[in-house]
C-alpha cells in the first residue's frame, strides 16, 4: 500500500464553488475597507475635539480614583489634563493618602479659599505623608505636602474627595519634576550644580538660565555625612563649609576673584529636623546682596570657569551690580544659609554674611 495520501481530483463543480467563496471573502473585505474609509472621511473636528474631551475627562477621573502610590503629572496650569504615569518617569505628584473632608465641609458649604486649602492640606495630609514615607517628612526639605482637590463644579456637585500627595515645589512657586518614587527621594533641599535661582523682589525665585537675571548660582553639593556622624551644631558645620566651599568655588570658576566681581560664597546650614530625616546634602552657592544687606542683588551670567560673559543690559546689573526693585516677602521655611565670604579682596577669610532664607510653600 503506497504512502502517498490517497489524492482527490478536482471536479469542475468544485472548483466553481471555491473560487465564488473565495470571491466573497475578498468582497467582504473591500466593503468593510470602503466603509472605514468614507467613516473617517465623515468624521468632523466637532466629533474629534468630543473624543478629545471625552478622553480627557477619563483620565482625569482615572487620576482622581488613583491609590497611593500612584504618580501623576499634568501640563496645564490648572491640571485639568491631569493623567497617571509611572513614579520612574518625570511626574508632579505621588499620592499618598485620600480622605474625605465632608464632615467639616457639608454638601452647602462654601468652596474654601487658597489659604484655607493649605491649611486643610497641613491638617489632614501631613499625618499621611509621614506614614506613607516610613520615615521623618524634612520640614525643610524639598519634599512638601500638596493635595489635588476638587473644582468649583465638582464641590458644588457634593465632592469632598481629596488626594493628599508629596511634590516638588520651587521657591517661586514653579513645582518641579520629580523622577524616582518619594521614599526613594533624598530629601535635602538642594538643587544640581549650574542651576541658577531667578530673583524675585530681593529673595529667591524658581530656576532660570544663568544668563537671565538671578540670585543664586548653584556651585557644588557637598555631605555633611562625611564629616560627622552625629547632627553637627550649625557653628562647626559653617567651619568645615568654608572649607570645602572654597576649594569647589576654586575649581568651578577656575580661580576666579569672586570679590572682584561683587559676588559673595555662600552656603546652607541643616537643622536637627532635617538631619534626622536623612538631609545632610549642603549647596555650595554665589551671589550678590544689596549695599543695604536688606536683600540679594541681582546678577547676570555664570561664574563658570567655560561660560561666556554675561551679555550687557543697562536694564539690569551684571555680577551683583544694580537694582534688585521692589522689595518681595520671603516666607519662612527653606534651609538655613551660614554665610558666606567674598574673594581674597573681602574682609579675610571667614568674615559672612547672613543671606536671605530661600523660601519654601508646601501648600
Not at 482625569?60 to 497611593?68: L, Q
Request: proline share 7%; net charge negative.
Amino acid at each position: 500500500m503506497s504512502d502517498e495520501p490517497e489524492r482527490f481530483p478536482l471536479t469542475r463543480s468544485t472548483l466553481r464553488a471555491r473560487v465564488l467563496m473565495v470571491g466573497v471573502f475578498v468582497g467582504a473585505l473591500v466593503a468593510m475597507s470602503l466603509s472605514w474609509v468614507f467613516s473617517w472621511g465623515l468624521e468632523t473636528p466637532e466629533d474629534r475635539a468630543r473624543q478629545a474631551q471625552e478622553l480627557a475627562v477619563a483620565r482625569r477621573e482615572a487620576a482622581f480614583s488613583s491609590p497611593p502610590g500612584s504618580c501623576l503629572t499634568w501640563d496645564k496650569a490648572d491640571a485639568s489634563d491631569v493623567r497617571k504615569v509611572s513614579c520612574t518617569t518625570e511626574h508632579l505628584f505621588e499620592v499618598v493618602g485620600v480622605v474625605n473632608i465632608s464632615d467639616e465641609y457639608p454638601r452647602n458649604a462654601r468652596h474654601p479659599d487658597e489659604q484655607t486649602w493649605r491649611t486643610i492640606a497641613q491638617q489632614r495630609c501631613g499625618q499621611s505623608a509621614g506614614e506613607y514615607l516610613k520615615k521623618p517628612l524634612d520640614p525643610f526639605g524639598k519634599l512638601t505636602v500638596g493635595v489635588l482637590r476638587p473644582d468649583r463644579q465638582q464641590w458644588a456637585q457634593g465632592d469632598r474627595k481629596l488626594h493628599c500627595g508629596l511634590q516638588w515645589v520651587a521657591p517661586g512657586g514653579e513645582m518641579q519634576p520629580l523622577t524616582q518614587p518619594a521614599a526613594e527621594i533624598n530629601q535635602s533641599n538642594v538643587w544640581e550644580p549650574g542651576t541658577c535661582l531667578g530673583l524675585v523682589g530681593k529673595t529667591v525665585g524658581d530656576p532660570v538660565p544663568c544668563s537671565q537675571e538671578h540670585s543664586y548660582e548653584i556651585i557644588g553639593l557637598v555631605d555633611l555625612a562625611e564629616e560627622f556622624e552625629g547632627f553637627p551644631p550649625p557653628d562647626k558645620q559653617k567651619t568645615w563649609l568654608d572649607r570645602r566651599c572654597s576649594a569647589i568655588a576654586k575649581r568651578y570658576t577656575g580661580g576666579a576673584d569672586l570679590g572682584k566681581q561683587g559676588l559673595i560664597l555662600s552656603w546652607d546650614v541643616r537643622e536637627r529636623p532635617s538631619w534626622k530625616a536623612g538631609s545632610t546634602l549642603v549647596n555650595c552657592k554665589v551671589a550678590a546682596t544689596l549695599e543695604d544687606k536688606s536683600g540679594l542683588a541681582p546678577v547676570r551670567g555664570s561664574v563658570h570657569k567655560d561660560a561666556a560673559p554675561p551679555e550687557k543690559d543697562s536694564g539690569a546689573g551684571d555680577r551683583g551690580n544694580g537694582d534688585a526693585g521692589d522689595n518681595g516677602d520671603s516666607q519662612d521655611g527653606g534651609d538655613r544659609n551660614g554665610g558666606g565670604r567674598g574673594g581674597e579682596n573681602q574682609n579675610g577669610p571667614g568674615q559672612g554674611e547672613q543671606l536671605p532664607q530661600q523660601n519654601q510653600d508646601g501648600g
